[in-house]
């Protein structure tokens, strides 16, 4: 069963420092991943997807990296902003299950970032 | 841009009531979920539908059951509620993962559901 995982839970930087956030999961075989950000009380805005066939996307501040075979992705976001502060969460879509299966997710972290 | 709306963004209802949660998107996905959202637990699937009439248990459907009459509207009834049914409740469609299964899923907004 896949299974998926963020680490930190949670992490505070100061203002204009670059970060990475780190997700991990068990089973190499999706179809892609895909990074959210979820702001408090709000839904899920859509921040980047990778397909299996990637190893990154960009946009803007954001750069997310994807190792298929070691099962980990990575968020990197240059110069934080206290605007960026938000749980980040990451999700796999398997492969080999029936059409409808849904992505898994991760627990998320946390970030602050401190003006 | 793919717009997912919920019906409501806070809630609250009493125990034994029946609630209708509705949740529309407006790119003709077929594909629409129902998740709930509590701290420490994440996001769990509730139930998801395929297509127009079609539906399918995800991990924890009890309690809930979910009507798509319509290809941009999925609902989710909770046939008696409950105070552990209290949760944000998110709404996300994607489309057709049997034929495009790299397509991203999109959310809506979310609803803050109270039961007391």
């Known amino acids: 069963k896949q299974e998926v995982t963020q680490i930190p839970a949670a992490l505070s930087v100061p203002e204009g420092e670059n970060l990475v956030l780190n997700c991990s999961f068990t089973?190499?075989?999706?179809?892609?991943l895909q990074w959210f950000r979820q702001d408090p009380g709000k839904g899920l805005t859509s921040l980047l997807l990778i397909q299996s066939s990637q190893r990154e996307q960009t946009s803007g501040r954001l750069n997310a990296s994807l190792d298929k075979s070691s099962g980990r992705s990575t968020l990197y976001i240059a110069a934080s902003q206290p605007g960026d502060s938000a749980t980040y969460l990451c999700?796999?879509?398997?492969?080999?299950?029936?059409?409808?299966?849904?992505?898994?997710f991760g627990p998320g972290t946390r970030l602050s970032v401190l003006p | 841009d793919v717009k997912v709306t919920q019906s409501s963004r806070y809630l609250v209802k009493r125990t034994g009531e029946k609630v209708f949660l509705e949740c529309v998107q407006d790119m003709d996905h077929e594909n629409m979920f129902w998740y709930r959202q509590d701290p420490g637990l994440g996001l769990r699937l509730i139930y998801f539908?395929?297509?127009?009439?079609?539906?399918e248990k995800g991990d924890i459907p009890e309690g809930y059951s979910v009507s798509r009459e319509k290809k941009e509207r999925f609902s989710l009834i909770l046939e008696s509620a409950s105070t552990n049914q209290t949760s944000m409740y998110l709404c996300?469609?994607?489309?057709?993962?049997?034929?495009?299964?790299?397509?991203?899923?999109?959310f809506g907004d979310g609803t803050r559901l109270s039961i007391l």
């Open positions: 089973d190499s075989a999706i179809y892609n």
């Open positions: 999700a796999v879509r398997p492969r080999g299950h029936n059409y409808g299966q849904n992505f898994v």
């Open positions: 539908s395929y297509d127009v009439k079609m539906k």
């Open positions: 996300a469609s994607r489309a057709s993962a049997a034929f495009t299964p790299w397509q991203p899923q999109h």
